[in-house]
């Protein structure tokens, strides 16, 4: 197996001049320099390794999300209907680890064309957004593809009670302040 | 001889009386006679890593004993387990280690595959290979920021946290999530790679040796660098393997043990790629043993991308895990060290059992031995050439 | 109200903050007069100045440097602060950053937005803390700062405050006072890390002090002058800055200036990886802030002295070019400042790319270092200087002419000063240190101080066991 040059071992000729005439720090002073020289004039693209300067501004400049990405979590509707794709079979509620969704749901009759079926519906559905570790599980679960996590980041609350987020919100997602400044 | 006396030491909390004995016995009215200082390190202290708390029995500047108190993080992860099915304990596998958190999936979701029996598809396995080996440069090149900061270099860390941010993206744009990824399931995993994945990924390894070798410029031979580094804290290999110590830490002194050859798993023995080992056990070896691996990682995650097979990236798994009556260890190779599992499994859908050998918290216990007889500024680079996570630490 | 076993403790820290809110409120009042001083006085000057009685000692010795204090003060506490975001902003680009952004444009109203946050600050004392010795410990450390100002040379003509005969030394002199700030801010926090970084502080400005000491000596065998302006004269008479003739003076300045001034890779004091910040640890509000404008008005200084030294001070070869007599003072300055930017410049690159020295290896470079080097300069400088003494004076080959009432070397002196500085000096001392070095690789701290320990427990020992318990 091959180790790591180290050390040890006598310093060559050529080293010891090297280190004499402080070639190893002032390696280092050019290599910052030439950091510094680029940012003062090239041109400024937040987030790119290839540039001088890496710095993304966020509220300015808003970071690009990927697809996949595990943020706020919505309830799908039915885009026909308008109605909830879910069918409170509590799945999500059972996969949760830290046991943040709450469903709430009745039996109740539901007329389907001519028939009458009995039927479990969702009434009510707490997301708390504190507890949850955004692990995809839930929404793993989700026979209909109803509960979803989505790519909006901005999380942050006033208040406590504000991080749960009741049905009417996960249908709707929240309003955001967005800062232009 | 005579002894100072016990009373004269500034006593906080009386943690330090289990503390050993001196090394040598100072006597009254002399010059040295001054009483030792005890000073607390942390648990907020801007360079232990996290809240570890370090009491240090200083003469002078010099460590004349140390003790970690751990345990600000506990979370109970083993205990926790016991109460969850096999496939809701995977996110608390990030957060042990949450800056390797792709490693550790890897670890606990091979241990339950061990003990179902189940075959992970070969695609699945050499993505896995390739984000575990993003994980532990990641994971290499935050070290190598912190570490550098501690010493006082400040630029580094910044360089080294935006290769760290690339990375991070292409996490999240394959797994959805950037820090603790989630990033396996049992059995495979839940999305194959994006059509970019190959290019993004490339790309990436294009620019980095070019940076690894900026990192070098800045720190390998600079004098300043060396003498902060060279000799400090020597770690002799048999001192080493008696402390059980895995990972850099002990490949640093020399030792060929990494598991990745030592006890193939997952695709590894399909790829070429070499074990970077230390000479003299210091903190300048252990340096230059990280910077290989990451040389080495990207050897393998080209190696990988090449020869990435077609096919599923989920294996046959029954929705209810139920694994078989038994118990198993499984163990790879993260970047800090040896991470495993030892699962216990009663025939239900959660482990009776679940251990974790964490590679963090048992090399933190060589910090005593290196530090003693150091000055206070080593003990930060120790703690920094140890690589710990405190979330691994505490558990 | 919650009153707690720490009632009266509490009180007095709310009476002692009544008290500096009027200590503000003063500082306000300063600020109204120095403001109407600006406008007017230039007014009173004309008119003390043009008195028929010919009385000028008020304008001349009270006035008029009152004016300039006022001034430079303002000029150079202004500048400091913008030191402070020229430093956030260098240090941004070497690590790809971009700084401060968010406060006016380009981030430029930062360094008014951070001022404006300490002074509003709560200044915390901490309850077990020696509370006068806290309070008055920052303002040594500034107060020894600024004073120092008074004796640089800003630019020609009337820009230098005090001219004394002996500026050097003052400077020398005041500056060393600013330790005693650091100690006593350490000692009086009442918490080990300020302790620590106090000790460090001082054994570290201490010893390179020294070295700053021996290095501008070489200088001044040449300029045969304390008086700031006058070694800025010395330099355009002989034709050339002295950092030709002393290169090892120059570099041996430059590092113990950095050691000085706590600046990385020599900011052991407030090593912020290991001793938090150091010696203003439990500091907060204006105090710190003070602490702060030490730091940065003693980058000022010492680029200041090495500018005047070694660097030609206001000069710039064309500069007499300008005739008018304001103009040229005016850009005199300007070239002052731009030369003291310049290195300022340096200490912000050295600072962002090099890593910290630890606290022995730091007195290693001091001592073994720095120190034998400054010795050595002096000695072959002294060589150098007697050699070439005109042949009347017994010098060898007469490099040196009487020009009015001091030495000035000729052309075929400044390139033989040129040459044996660079090509002599330079690598007798670097192979003389380098070779007496050598061997200080192996030093191992440890193993030395174990070593003594035991040494004199086993003297103790043999000299108590006679004496029975007198031992002492």
């Known amino acids: ?181 | 001889m005579n002894v100072a006396p016990n009373n004269q030491i500034p006593n906080s909390q009386g943690l330090v009386k289990g503390m050993h004995e001196q090394e040598v016995e100072i006597a009254p009215g002399t010059l040295f006679d001054a009483e030792e200082m005890v000073i607390n390190m942390g648990p907020q202290h801007p360079s232990t890593h996290g809240v570890l708390r370090v009491i240090l029995k200083l003469d002078g500047e010099t460590v004349r004993d140390l003790d970690c108190d751990i345990g600000y993080l506990h979370r109970g992860v083993e205990k926790i387990a016991e109460h969850d099915t096999y496939a809701m304990i995977t996110p608390y596998w990030d957060r042990l280690d949450y800056v390797a958190a792709v490693s550790n999936d890897l670890c606990y979701v091979g241990g339950v595959e061990k003990l179902l029996g189940v075959e992970v598809p070969r695609r699945a396995e050499y993505l896995r290979v390739i984000l575990t080996e993003l994980q532990r440069i990641a994971s290499h090149l935050l070290w190598l920021g912190t570490h550098a900061i501690d010493i006082g270099a400040v630029t580094v860390l910044l360089y080294a946290f935006r290769e760290r941010e690339e990375i991070l993206k292409i996490f999240e744009d394959f797994i959805g999530a950037r820090l603790t990824a989630h990033a396996f399931r049992i059995g495979g995993l839940w999305w194959d790679a994006y059509p970019e994945f190959d290019k993004r990924v490339r790309d990436f390894l294009k620019i980095l040796p070019g940076r690894i070798d900026e990192y070098e410029t800045l720190l390998n031979a600079n004098r300043i660098w060396l003498s902060r580094t060279v000799g400090i804290g020597i770690l002799p290999a048999d001192e080493a393997i008696n402390l059980s110590l895995t990972g850099p830490v002990l490949r640093g002194s020399g030792v060929n043990y990494d598991l990745r050859k030592a006890q193939p798993y997952s695709a590894y023995p399909e790829f070429d790629f070499e074990i970077p080992l230390g000479e003299n056990g210091d903190t300048y070896d252990r340096y230059l043993v990280r910077m290989a691996e990451i040389r080495q990682s990207i050897r393998i995650i080209e190696q990988a991308l090449d020869g990435l097979p077609e096919g599923p990236v989920m294996a046959k798994v029954p929705k209810v895990i139920k694994p078989p009556v038994g118990e198993v260890y499984f163990s790879i190779e993260a970047p800090k060290g040896e991470i495993g599992v030892y699962l216990v499994s009663d025939g239900t859908t959660k482990p009776y059992r679940m251990r974790i050998r964490p590679p963090a918290f048992i090399n933190l216990q060589s910090l005593r031995r290196l530090s003693i007889g150091h000055l206070v500024a080593d003990v930060v680079a120790l703690i920094g050439t140890i690589d710990i996570v405190l979330g691994e630490v505490d558990r | 109200m919650m009153i707690d076993e720490c009632g009266t403790e509490r009180q007095s820290v709310l009476r002692s903050s009544i008290i500096n809110s009027q200590f503000i409120n003063h500082q306000f009042n300063m600020l109204g007069i120095l403001t109407t001083l600006m406008f007017v006085a230039p007014e009173w000057v004309r008119r003390w100045t043009k008195e028929p009685r010919g009385n000028a000692f008020w304008a001349e010795f009270v006035l008029w440097p009152l004016i300039q204090i006022l001034l430079v003060l303002f000029i150079v506490l202004t500048i400091v602060a913008y030191l402070v975001y020229l430093e956030r902003k260098v240090s941004a680009f070497i690590q790809a950053r971009l700084g401060p952004m968010r406060v006016g444009p380009w981030g430029l109203l930062q360094p008014a937005a951070d001022g404006l946050k300490l002074l509003l600050k709560e200044d915390i004392i901490p309850l077990k803390a020696d509370k006068a010795v806290f309070q008055i410990a920052p303002i040594i450390s500034v107060v020894s700062a600024l004073v120092v100002l008074a004796v640089i040379p800003w630019g020609a003509a009337w820009a230098t405050i005090a001219n004394i005969n002996i500026g050097l030394l003052f400077v020398l002199a005041v500056s060393s006072v600013g330790v005693l700030g650091l100690v006593l801010a350490g000692w009086s926090s009442n918490s080990k890390y300020s302790l620590l970084g106090a000790l460090r502080s001082s054994a570290q400005m201490v010893s390179y002090e020294i070295g700053m000491g021996l290095s501008i000596i070489g200088a001044l065998m040449f300029a045969r002058t304390l008086s700031m302006s006058g070694i800025i004269d010395a330099q355009q008479a002989d034709g050339v800055w002295y950092v030709f003739f002393q290169p090892i003076g120059f570099l041996v300045y430059m590092v113990s200036a950095l050691g000085e001034t706590n600046r990385a890779p020599f900011d052991l004091p407030e090593a912020e990886s290991e001793l938090v910040a150091g010696y203003h640890t439990e500091y907060s509000g204006f105090r710190w802030a003070l602490f702060f404008m030490a730091e940065y008005t003693g980058m000022i200084v010492t680029s200041a002295i090495a500018v005047t030294l070694f660097l030609g001070g206001w000069q710039f070869p064309g500069l007499n070019l300008i005739t008018n007599k304001t103009v040229f003072a005016f850009v005199s300055i300007g070239v002052f400042a731009a030369k003291i930017l310049v290195l300022i410049y340096l200490y912000m690159w050295f600072r962002w790319t090099w890593p910290r020295y630890r606290y022995d290896q730091l007195m290693d470079l001091g001592w073994k270092w720095m120190i034998p080097a400054g010795l050595a300069n002096i000695v072959l400088t002294g060589i150098w200087y007697v050699l070439a003494l005109p042949k009347s004076q017994g010098g060898l080959w007469g490099f040196m002419a009487l020009k009015g009432d001091r030495l000035v070397p000729t052309k075929w002196g400044i390139a033989y000063f040129v040459a044996t500085g660079f090509a002599v000096t330079i690598p007798i001392i670097w192979i003389v240190l380098a070779s007496i070095n050598r061997r200080s690789r192996d030093f191992n701290l440890h193993a030395q101080r174990q070593l003594q320990i035991k040494l004199r427990a086993e003297r103790l020992q043999r000299h108590s066991e006679p004496a029975g318990e007198s031992a002492s």
């Open chain 1, 1 to 181: 197996m091959p180790a790591v040059k180290t050390t040890i071992g006598r310093r060559t000729l050529g080293e010891v001049i090297k280190r004499l005439l402080l070639f190893d720090l002032f390696k280092g002073l050019f290599v910052t320099f030439s950091y510094n020289w680029r940012a003062l004039y090239e041109k400024r693209e937040g987030g790119n390794p290839n540039q001088a300067i890496y710095t993304e501004q966020y509220p300015l400049e808003r970071p690009r999300v990927s697809e996949r990405f595990r943020g706020a979590p919505r309830l799908n509707l039915d885009p026909e209907t308008g109605q909830t794709l879910c069918i409170a079979c509590d799945l999500c509620a059972l996969a949760c680890p830290v046991d943040c969704i709450e469903v709430g749901s009745i039996r109740r009759e539901v007329r389907e064309g001519e028939k009458v079926n009995k039927k479990k519906v969702l009434t009510t559905f707490v997301f708390d957004t504190s507890r949850c570790m955004f692990c995809n599980l839930c929404s793993e679960a989700c026979p209909t593809d109803c509960l979803e996590l989505t790519q909006s980041f901005e999380l942050a609350v006033y208040h406590r009670s504000g991080f749960r987020w009741d049905r009417e919100m996960l249908e709707k997602g929240i309003d955001y302040v967005r800062y232009a400044k």
